[in-house]
């Protein structure tokens, strides 16, 4: 794969809550979510009767926002539900813990749509990424008109083709896509390319990179689905041979997605650390490249390296 450090299309910035993301690479560091009451998450007690240890869901998530803030890389929570009034329960409960923006993360679109009444309720709209609106679902004409009635903002758009696995499968499944979402009024569009197995990340890298090229869109992926799946990596090396894939894996998808999904949020302290690191040296390619360097005080280049960046800027 070869990096590209400047997309001639307009690449879209957008903004949920206070984070920003998207545009020219390196510009901003990508999105990180995390997913919370997930399958097999030992936090939940009871899913029927939404009981589940507050007290370990709190620390979990104020130590997502600690490294998002100490890193200057940006964390979502993504919590995940079976049914609406599951996924009701959880959202209470976050926006009782947190004021940050916050996904969700349903599979079954009539729940979604459901959980997702509830939010908008509350008024929660600007802090809502909808995740996500897939080739896979009943209804997207109907979806998104429902979503534009409730004021839905940021949205997820997953692309892929099931005829054509490839890179060039994402765009195409895409652009029949967003002639369906496009009515919907969202302000950001973020675009899912679905990693299908960890050696085939590699497609929706590739994929990444023809998105921001035609459309200029936010775009990313879930790594962690290739190497979560990887289940004999855990066998052969134990885990810490899997934390230094997931690590690993994490870095080389930072240097081409806008966000990316992580997967349990117990990996948050080795992925934030790890995409902070990568972020920081793509900035300083684009900068040898382009000359330019990113505005943000935040960004990690500038938060963690400063002392690189003056003498950058003294050359």
Not at 86 to 113: C, G, K
Not at 165 to 173: A, C, D, E, I, L
Not at 211 to 231: C, I, R
Not at 265 to 286: H, I, K, W
Request: with cysteine.
């Amino acid at each position: 794969m070869t990096l590209k450090f400047r997309y001639q299309k307009e690449q879209k910035v957008c903004q949920i809550g206070g984070i920003r993301l998207g545009g020219q690479p390196g510009e901003n560091p990508p999105l990180l979510l995390g997913s919370l009451f997930q399958k097999g998450d030992k936090l939940v007690e009871s899913r029927k009767k939404r009981k589940f240890d507050r007290a370990g869901a709190t620390e979990r998530i104020q130590e997502m926002e600690r490294l998002a803030d100490e890193t200057g890389v940006p964390g979502m929570v993504a919590m995940v539900a079976n049914s609406p009034e599951e996924m009701n329960a959880y959202v209470d409960f976050f926006v009782s813990v947190s004021d940050r923006p916050f996904a969700i993360d349903i599979w079954v679109q009539n729940t979604r749509l459901e959980a997702t009444k509830y939010i908008c309720e509350q008024g929660l709209q600007d802090r809502l990424l909808y995740n996500s609106i897939t080739p896979w679902d009943e209804d997207i004409p109907g979806q998104v008109a429902m979503l534009r009635d409730l004021g839905v903002k940021h949205i997820v758009v997953q692309a892929f083709d099931v005829e054509d696995k490839t890179p060039t499968g994402r765009p195409k499944s895409l652009r029949k896509m967003l002639e369906m979402v496009e009515g919907g009024g969202f302000e950001s569009i973020l675009v899912d390319t679905a990693v299908m197995n960890l050696p085939a990340t590699a497609f929706s890298l590739l994929a990444n990179s023809l998105v921001k090229d035609e459309f200029g869109l936010p775009v990313g992926s879930a790594p962690s689905n290739g190497t979560y799946m990887w289940k004999k990596s855990r066998e052969m090396w134990g885990s810490k041979g899997f934390v230094g894939i997931d690590a690993g894996i994490h870095a080389i998808c930072s240097l081409a997605s806008d966000f990316m999904l992580y997967g349990p949020m117990t990996g948050s302290q080795r992925v934030f650390p790890t995409v902070a690191a990568s972020s920081a040296l793509l900035a300083t390619l684009v900068y040898d490249d382009t000359g330019v360097l990113p505005e943000s005080e935040s960004h990690p280049l500038n938060l963690l390296f400063s002392d690189m960046v003056e003498q950058l800027v003294g050359q």
